[in-house]
């Protein structure tokens, strides 16, 4: 029987495919992807060779449901035919309660807030168990989401808070990315420089925030020479407020993450 069934091949159900098979989570002919659209399950093929790529689902021990919210009510519909040792979900909005109404009584269900960097392997994913999930199907999760980044555990209710942080995240780092840009050019620099001095900017500073073992806070005051350049650029930024801008945008994702399910 197939031992993980992925039900929907977009981007992310293909990026935690991807992560699986790259990281030996298990052998590709124990994997297998239920996708509607015709020419995506012909790139499937292509992109993972071994991974059996179907239309409808098949008997399977474990599922990751990697729909859309408008369709995760049919999909979990044609799941629930038979019982399942457990469903991991990667929909956004729908919560636990709710996918237990539409699934096999009593199936163990994780719900997980994953964000776009999975597609290279460097995800930040949040989880969450259900009433049914124990400790193993958690553990489970956890395996499942390390194949495509970190994870960590949340009770459901904290779930709109990762949204609003992680989930969301990577374009409140574009959008800082995209104005850095095109500061480097209003001084003069050529775009494209100035597009790789932001990139390797960012990538370096998340790397020593990664990899340091210092704090932020630490890191920000270790760059800031009394009286020198970058306190003269922080005390600019922090005179616009943005550090306030950055907890009520954050408050704003977890405010919309609460309402995104209603109307179902
Ligand atoms: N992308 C991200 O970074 C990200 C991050 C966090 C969470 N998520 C969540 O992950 C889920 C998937 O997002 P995505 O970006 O991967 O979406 P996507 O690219 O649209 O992929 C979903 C795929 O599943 C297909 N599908 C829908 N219902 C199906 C069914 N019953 N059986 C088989 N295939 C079916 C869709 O076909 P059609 O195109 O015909 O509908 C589509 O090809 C969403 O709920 C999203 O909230 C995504």
């Known amino acids: 029987m197939t031992r993980l069934l992925v039900i929907g091949g977009g981007r992310m159900g293909a990026a935690l495919l991807g992560g699986l098979v790259r990281s030996g989570w298990a052998p590709a002919d124990e994997c297998a992807v239920v996708e509607r659209r015709p020419e995506i399950r012909e790139v499937l093929r292509t992109r993972f060779p071994g991974v059996a790529v179907h239309e409808e689902p098949v008997p399977c021990d474990s599922v990751v449901l990697a729909v859309k919210p ?3 009510a049919a999909a979990c519909a044609q799941l629930a035919r038979a019982p399942r040792a457990r469903v991991l979900s990667v929909v956004a909005g729908v919560t636990i309660e709710r996918l237990a109404g539409w699934l096999w009584p009593g199936t163990p269900i994780v719900r997980a807030m994953p964000n776009t960097p999975a597609l290279l ?9 259900g009433p049914a999930a124990s400790e193993q199907d958690l553990v ?29 995240g990577p ?9 850095l840009v095109e500061a480097g050019v209003l001084e003069g620099l050529d775009r494209e420089v100035s597009r790789v001095l932001t990139v390797q900017t960012i ?9 340091s073992g210092e704090s932020a806070e630490v890191l920000r005051a270790a760059v800031t020479s009394p009286g020198g350049t970058t306190a003269a650029a922080l005390r600019v930024l922090e005179s616009r407020a943005v550090r306030a801008a950055f907890l009520d945008a954050v408050s704003a994702s977890t405010a919309r993450s609460r309402t995104l399910g209603d109307g179902l």
């Open 70 to 72: 408008t369709d995760a």
């Open 121 to 129: 392997g460097t995800s930040a994913s949040a989880i969450a168990g």
């Open 140 to 168: 489970w999760a956890e395996s499942v989401l390390s194949s495509i980044g970190v994870v960590v555990r949340l009770p459901e209710r904290l779930l709109d808070a990762a949204t609003g942080l992680s989930g969301s």
């Open 171 to 179: 374009a409140y780092v574009f959008l800082v990315a995209e104005a």
């Open 203 to 211: 990538l370096g500073a998340a790397r020593m925030l990664a990899e």
